[in-house]
């Protein structure tokens, strides 16, 4: 066991380490601020270095202390007539995304993934949301739609985070049911990763090495976000996921093109 520990750490570049450490601390404090967006980072990022699947494996281990951290407090505040309809469908769907996940060609895969950030960042930007929060059916369609994606590129947050946002309630209310949501996509998710196999023991240990910093990450957001600069914050977020997004579509398509 010790001999595969060193031989996996070996293998891994130190700037590959340094430059996802970076990108799973900052995901984890969007994650603690505002309820969501660990993901978003840390997989757009660690996909350029050792590609999407093992991405998508690392983010759903490295976020399971984070739920333990923000759910406790989410629970009080949530609305259960939203959570419980939106975790059932996520939990349907997830596996079909997931299959899509193993058989779509890795860079295609990338390609998606930038897209769909780019285009949800606009939409939030914008301030997009469903008419009176789009009641039980509202939150079954978008719990279906995020758990499928959550399965395929791990970000259902988005969707989920457009919900969340739609419905009326005072900040801390709306943050509890973002927070709720996307830790049921963490969870559905957990099942189908390991049957297809992603969860192999360099994952495992990427991941291990990669937890401290997102919880330490997701401490200091949940502390922001009680210091009521939710606001300033949002405006950041966007702009440093739009960033990404598109440098990751901008590299992954040049890599296609070229390939």
């Known amino acids: 066991m010790i001999d595969f520990l060193a031989d996996a750490v070996a293998a891994t570049e130190l700037w590959h380490l340094v430059v996802a450490g970076i990108a799973t601390f900052v995901g984890g404090?969007?994650?603690?601020?505002v309820g969501f967006g660990g993901a978003l980072i840390s997989i757009l990022v660690v996909s350029l270095l050792i590609g999407p699947r093992a991405a998508v494996a690392i983010a759903?281990?490295?976020?399971?202390?984070?739920?333990?951290?923000?759910?406790?407090?989410?629970?009080k505040r949530s609305e259960r007539q939203f959570v419980i309809p939106f975790g059932l469908a996520t939990l349907l769907s997830a596996p079909l995304g997931t299959m899509v996940l193993i058989s779509l060609?890795?860079?295609?895969?990338?390609?998606?993934?930038?897209?769909?950030?780019?285009l949800m960042v606009v939409n939030?930007?914008?301030?997009?949301?469903?008419?009176?929060?789009?009641?039980?059916?509202?939150?079954v369609a978008a719990?279906?739609?995020?758990?499928?994606?959550?399965?395929?590129?791990?970000?259902?947050?988005?969707?989920?985070?457009?919900?969340?946002?739609?419905?009326?309630?005072?900040?801390?209310?709306?943050?509890?049911?973002?927070?709720?949501?996307?830790?049921?996509?963490?969870?559905?998710?957990?099942?189908?990763?390991w049957y297809f196999g992603l969860f192999t023991p360099q994952v495992i240990l990427f991941a291990c090495l990669m937890t401290p910093t997102y919880s330490v990450g997701t401490w200091l957001g949940s502390r922001y976000f009680a210091t009521g600069g939710q606001e300033h914050f949002r405006s950041s977020a966007l702009i440093?996921?739009?960033?990404?997004?598109?440098?990751?579509?901008a590299i992954s398509t040049k890599d296609y093109v070229t390939g």
């Open 105 to 118: 060609d890795q860079v295609v895969m990338k390609m998606a993934i930038a897209t769909f950030v780019l």
């Open 60 to 75: 759903a281990i490295s976020g399971i202390p984070a739920m333990f951290q923000l759910l406790p407090a989410a629970i």
């Open 124 to 139: 939030l930007w914008r301030g997009w949301s469903l008419s009176a929060g789009g009641g039980t059916t509202g939150s």
């Open 143 to 193: 719990g279906a739609i995020s758990g499928f994606i959550q399965g395929a590129g791990g970000i259902g947050g988005p969707p989920a985070v457009t919900m969340a946002l739609s419905r009326p309630g005072t900040p801390q209310t709306q943050r509890a049911n973002t927070i709720g949501a996307v830790s049921g996509l963490n969870i559905c998710a957990l099942g189908p990763l």
């Open 240 to 249: 440093l996921l739009a960033i990404i997004g598109a440098v990751t579509l």
């Open 29 to 33: 404090f969007m994650r603690g601020f």
